[in-house]
């Protein structure tokens, strides 16, 4: 699968950047792809994706540093997630990751080549 990510820039502290990203195979459902990001000289961490919860379907999950600040959500008919990020700070300065997995209990096996993010303080 080639998941192609756009929507990456600088921006300023306090300012919004949106990043989207379509999957090339419609076999990798929206509800099986997701974001990471890595700082310079910092490990790949988890961003934001949908776990399954019952009886409230998938729902968006986000690590503890971005939530209530980044949105994640997905469109079935283009087969493109976006992650909408808002009130960014320098240390969301990144390389953001388009991740896929083959289903809800696999890891993220598959990654785009990764957007640049870059917040000013």
């Known amino acids: 699968v080639q998941l192609q990510a756009s929507g990456g820039g600088l921006v300023q502290a306090g300012g919004s950047l949106r990043l989207s990203c379509a999957a090339s195979?419609?076999?990798?459902?929206?509800?099986?792809m997701g974001w990471f990001r890595q700082a310079p000289g910092k490990e790949r961490e988890f961003v934001a994706g949908?776990?399954?919860?019952?009886?409230?379907?998938?729902?968006?999950t986000y690590a503890d540093s971005v939530k209530g600040r980044f949105t994640f959500s997905g469109d079935p008919a283009k087969n493109t997630v976006t992650l909408q990020m808002d009130s960014l700070k320098p240390e969301d300065t990144a390389v953001y990751y388009c991740?896929?997995?083959?289903?809800?209990?696999?890891?993220?096996?598959?990654w785009g080549q990764g957007t640049q993010v870059t917040v000013s303080s």
């Open positions: 195979d419609r076999t990798f459902s929206i509800r099986n």
């Open positions: 991740v896929a997995r083959r289903g809800v209990a696999a890891t993220y096996d598959f």
């Open positions: 949908f776990t399954w919860s019952g009886w409230s379907g998938d729902i968006p």
